[in-house]
């Protein structure tokens, strides 16, 4: 249990290190698929993926699954919590096929254990909606976000960070469908319930702020954006880790603006450091490091390095 709180103090590679001597001691005792030794490399799996290690939690995750399907069968609430944790996962790797499978099965085991009105069941329908949106369904994703958020309020009360989280994935929707002054208002709406929530410095307040320049943009308010996306990335560079990717996504949307405003020499710089972020975390195949590459690629391309566009093309 120790070792879970540690993720949050900042000691991470010290939570890591508990967490390991805790699967050694339980393996010893208990032998290598006992539930107890599951549990602690879930723990394990929770520290690598809050850190961004997309690649490494698949492993541990891996590891989770196989133990309890064998020592607990498949329709087991603790394997099916790990399956919930599986689709995320997979999500994060960009696997949107995949996640929405595992995501339909899990969802259909939760109702059955906990009734359609849970947490859980919520937080499966939130995973659910986003594998609709990753696969262009916006209609079928803002009516599983919508029902999750009134879930959540149901069940949370109004101010509880899922209720924030919930309308943040709205006004993503809202921005991607060009409802711009519909994902304006969701983002500072989500934004003033973070704040009370979780304070002023937080992943997820980050990871709004970086909506609303998303939306600037949009509107073409590209100064406007730039300020914000980089308020956005200053945050994140204060409370997480250096090589976590969604520091490299705010590179990448950081680089996006230097393009508009011309800045491209800086835009390439950009453009090399999150596209290395982005493959060491996720992969050389996840979309987003397509994108990234294809963008640095116009960048270079309009620098006359035609070469070395070519070799990223």
Not at 25 to 37: K, L
Not at 188 to 209: F, K
Not at 273 to 283: E, I, L, Q, Y
């Amino acid at each position: 249990g120790h070792s879970c709180n540690m993720r949050d103090m900042g000691s991470v590679d010290f939570a890591l290190s508990l967490v390991d001597q805790a699967i050694a001691a339980q393996s010893i005792i208990y032998g290598d698929q006992h539930p107890a030794v599951a549990n602690s490399l879930f723990c394990k799996a929770s520290i690598l993926r809050n850190q961004g290690r997309c690649l490494e939690t698949k492993r541990v995750l891996d590891q989770v699954i196989a133990c309890q399907r064998e020592k607990l069968g498949k329709q087991h609430p603790l394997t099916v919590g790990t399956l919930l944790a599986v689709a995320f996962n997979y999500m994060d790797l960009a696997k949107y096929a995949t996640a929405g499978q595992v995501f339909e099965r899990t969802n259909q085991l939760l109702r059955k254990f906990y009734g359609k009105d849970h947490a859980l069941v919520a937080i499966g329908l939130v995973g659910l909606a986003e594998t609709f949106r990753c696969k262009g369904m916006y209609k079928k994703a803002q009516e599983s976000h919508e029902a999750a958020l009134y879930m959540r309020r149901k069940i949370l009360g109004e101010k509880h960070p899922a209720v924030a989280e919930s309308i943040y994935f709205l006004a993503e929707l809202h921005l991607i469908c060009f409802r711009l002054d519909d994902a304006t208002r969701a983002f500072d709406d989500a934004l003033a319930l973070q704040r009370m929530a979780l304070g002023n410095a937080h992943p997820d307040i980050a990871l709004t702020i970086q909506g609303l320049g998303k939306t600037q943009l949009a509107r073409g308010k590209v100064i406007e954006a730039r300020g914000t996306h980089e308020r956005a990335l200053a945050m994140k560079k204060s409370v997480l880790p250096a090589e976590h990717p969604s520091i490299g996504d705010s590179q990448f949307l950081i680089a996006q603006v230097y393009r508009k405003l011309g800045k491209l020499d800086q835009a390439s710089a950009l453009l090399e450091r999150c596209a290395s972020a982005v493959k060491d975390s996720r992969g050389s195949r996840h979309p987003l490091v397509g994108a990234i590459l294809y963008h640095a690629a116009e960048v270079a391309n309009t620098l006359g390095k035609l070469d070395y566009a070519g070799d990223l093309y």
